[in-house]
């Protein structure tokens, strides 16, 4: 039990769901904490390095079975998530996007030969994949998104573009959703495709330790068989943003509990009149409702890893937590800077580099107000949404 487990959580995991933990934050600790402050600060990460290592270890679409992975329980990812995003929210994003994604999508909906031809590289992590919905003028609402696939002859013809896809600039498969005659439908375009180009983004203030991108489609033929048989309107390309989602649940307390440690620890050696900061009635006020908050945050995404096991967990719960966990995690993060207080803004403290990425966990795989609506939705049987 360490000072911040207020609730003693920790027995409520299982050994095997603790081992895990355990070594995702081995693996954390020896490979990616030294590097991450630098990689952040220049705006690069050896993303195929890293995601060989995590496939090593069954990171990668840890929670689907067969096609060379793991298996594991809704818990046990979420749990390396936690662990990741304690990290970096990048590199959480890395693992995410590859295994909750573009993984899932193709382990939902493709067919066997499309799971035969992608799904075990990419659990080892030779193969990088990504998720191409976003669009450059299309993101909260994606039902009106400009991608087109037209039938030519037995091929299909893509034409479009997709923004801020992570994993983009490096993937050897993008995900693609498109309009077609018929709705919605997705497709699994190999990245070396004739008509298909990828552009880093740059000059990002946030998740600095991750490769996003946009990717254009510029009459791009495919076969009739990179179609995604079994993904058939707006519902598919929705459900894979739901997995998704809980991994973020799970990865913002990490980001918060790494800012509360780091804190703790600050508040306890700083000396200002005499004694350590962290003995200060208002200092105390803020750490004691932080840790509140965390472990609140904790028993909402372990619940909803529960519910996940026992298959029963619904879009809404997980807007629920992706609502609850980012938002107080953000607060957490920013409250810790206060504690700091120069020393916050400084790159020597994962702090506000936390508070930077969850800005934009804040709005990727759905804004807090997107997660407001389904949850309004939930509670009155109204949509708000048009």
């Known amino acids: 039990m360490t000072a911040l487990d207020l609730l003693d959580l920790d027995p409520s995991l299982t050994e095997e769901e603790r081992q895990i933990r355990d070594v995702v934050r081995r693996l954390v600790d020896d490979r990616v904490r030294p590097h991450v402050a630098d990689w952040y600060e220049e ?12 496939g090593k270890l069954g990171l990668l679409g840890m929670h689907l079975s067969g096609y060379g992975c793991a298996g594991a329980s809704a818990v046990a990812y979420g749990l390396a998530c936690q662990e990741l995003e304690a ?7 890395l693992v995410s996007v590859q295994g909750s994604l573009a993984m899932y999508a193709i382990w939902r909906y493709g067919s066997e030969e499309q799971k035969q031809r992608w799904l075990p590289p990419m659990a ?13 003028d299309h993101g909260s609402d994606p039902g009106s998104m400009a991608t087109r696939a037209r039938r030519d002859g037995d091929d299909w013809v893509l034409t479009g573009g997709k923004m801020w896809i992570t994993n983009a600039p490096i993937a050897d498969v993008a995900v693609i959703w498109a309009r077609t005659d018929d709705g919605v439908r997705g497709f699994a375009v190999p990245m070396d495709t004739p008509g298909v180009t990828a552009r880093e983004i ?8 991750s490769l996003t991108g946009e990717i254009v489609l510029d009459d791009v033929r495919l076969p009739a068989d990179a179609q995604l048989p079994e993904a058939v309107g707006l519902k598919a390309p929705l459900s894979c943003l739901t997995e998704a989602r809980h991994g973020i649940v799970w990865g913002a307390v990490g980001a918060a509990r790494d800012c509360l440690e780091t804190t703790l620890a600050y508040a306890t050696t700083r000396t200002q009149f005499g004694r350590p900061i962290a ?10 409702d932080m840790a509140v908050e965390l472990v609140k945050a904790q028993l909402l995404a372990l619940h909803l890893g529960r ?3 026992a298959g029963r967990l619904r879009p809404d719960q997980v807007s629920v937590g992706k609502l609850n966990n980012v938002r107080e ?16 803004v400084s ?27 389904i949850v309004g939705q939930r509670l009155t049987g109204l949509s708000a949404f048009a």
């Open 43 to 54: 705006g690069r990460v050896p993303a195929r390095e890293l995601a060989r290592e995590f």
């Open 87 to 93: 990290a970096d929210s990048g590199v959480r994003s």
């Open 124 to 136: 080892t992590g030779e193969a990088i994949g990504c998720f191409g919905l976003t669009e450059p």
């Open 202 to 209: 740059r000059r990002k203030m946030s998740l600095r330790a």
């Open 279 to 288: 003995g200060f009635q208002l200092t105390q006020a803020k750490l004691a």
């Open 307 to 309: 519910l996940a096991d």
């Open 329 to 344: 995690a953000l607060a957490i993060a920013r409250q810790c800077r206060t504690i700091l207080g120069a020393n916050g």
């Open 347 to 373: 790159g020597e403290y994962p702090v506000l580099r936390h508070a930077n990425n969850l800005e934009s966990v804040l709005t990727y795989e759905g804004t807090s107000e997107i997660h407001q609506l």
